[in-house]
C-alpha cells in the first residue's frame, strides 16, 4: 500500500485527488495540508512514501521550500511536484530541491497513478513535455561543446571520421579497417546523428577543427 500525503492550498483540488487516489487498490490518502509549513508537519506525523506536493500556495511556505526542507528531515519520502506551468524554469528548480518528479494538474488521472507508482519505488517521473525539455537542454549543452560531442562516438567511428577528413571513400575506408562497405555507411551515418550533421563537407569541416588529421589509425 502506497501512503500518500496531499499538499495543496485549494480544498476541491485535495478532495478530488483524496478520491481518485483511494479508489486505487494499492493506494491510501494518510493525510492533507493546505500549506507547505503544515504539510511538513503532517510528513512528520504520518511517514508517507509520496508527498503530492503543489508547486504555488500563495498563502504559506511554498512547494519548492517545502520540498527542500522536507527532504532533509524525511530523505526517504519521495516528492512530487502538482503544477500548473508547463515551464522548464520551474521543472529545473523542483528538481535541484529534491523533487522526485513534476505532473502538470491537466494531466489525465492515468498518468498521475504512474507517476506516484513510479516514484514510491526510487524511480523519477517527468511529464512527457518536461521529459523533452530535459533532453533539449542536454543536447543544447552538448553542441555547445565540441569536446563533448566527439567523446560521444566510439573509437570506430573516430577512425571512421579521421579517414573521412583525410578524404578517403567509403570504399577506400571499408579496404582498410577490413569492413564493409555497409559497415563503414552504417557507422557513417550514427556519427553524423550524434554529431548532428547532414553533409560530408561538414564532418570534414569538424575533423579539421578537431585535429583529427593527426588522430592514429
Known sequence: MIKVLLVD?????RTGLNLLLNS???????????????????????????VL?????????????????LKKILPETAILILTMHDDEEYLFRAIQTGASGCVLKSAPHSELI???????????????????????????NIKESGSDLFELL????????????????NKEIAEKLIISVKTVETHKSNLMEKLQ???RPELVSYALKKGLLGYGI
Open 24 to 50: 486505487q487498490e494499492n493506494m491510501e490518502v494518510v493525510g492533507e495540508a493546505s500549506e507547505g509549513a503544515e504539510g511538513i508537519k503532517k510528513a512528520q506525523e504520518t511517514k508517507p512514501d509520496v
Open 114 to 140: 504512474n507517476a506516484i507508482q513510479s516514484v514510491s519505488v526510487g524511480n523519477a517521473y517527468l511529464h512527457p513535455s518536461a521529459t523533452k525539455k530535459l533532453m533539449e537542454e542536454y543536447l543544447g
Open 154 to 169: 566510439s573509437e570506430r567511428e573516430k577512425e571512421i571520421l579521421t579517414l573521412i577528413a583525410r578524404g578517403y571513400a
Open 9 to 13: 492550498d485549494h480544498a476541491v483540488v
Open 53 to 69: 506536493m503543489d508547486l504555488s500556495m500563495p498563502h504559506g511556505k511554498d512547494g519548492l521550500s517545502s520540498t527542500s526542507e
Open 197 to 199: 550533421m547532414k553533409t
